[in-house]
């Protein structure tokens, strides 16, 4: 088992940054890919960005350019950091480890007012 704590959410201004963080523990192994998806009320829950143990990236379309995750792996932790965030980014934030099982946080708020 996996936990994942996800922290860093809260309200900002459109325009505005955040930065998320992820802190895994548990039956860590090596090879891995953390992710963060968003839930916007009244939707799928989508991807936003992943990374690789290895460090390689991938990003959703609506946030690239504005969004950058980036890993701590001697930490087992990832972080999303969100420049000029729209008011289209307010959502739920979860983090997800998966290893050949998938894990998920239980989400952080990220509200973007107008």
């Known amino acids: 088992q996996v936990q994942l704590v996800e922290s860093g959410g809260g309200l900002v201004q459109a325009g505005g940054s955040l930065r998320l963080s992820c802190a895994a523990s548990g039956k860590i192994t090596s090879i891995n890919i953390m992710g963060w998806y968003r839930q916007a009320p009244g939707k799928q829950r989508e991807l936003v960005a992943t990374?690789?143990?290895?460090?390689?990236?991938n990003y959703a379309d609506s946030v690239k350019g504005r969004f950058t995750i980036s890993r701590d792996n001697a930490k087992n932790t990832a972080y999303l950091r969100m420049n000029s965030l729209k008011p289209e980014d307010t959502a739920v934030y979860y983090c997800?480890?998966?290893?050949?099982?998938?894990?998920w946080g239980q989400g952080t708020q990220v509200t973007v007012s107008s």
């Open positions: 997800k480890w998966s290893d050949g099982y998938d894990y």
């Open positions: 990374i690789t143990s290895l460090g390689s990236t």
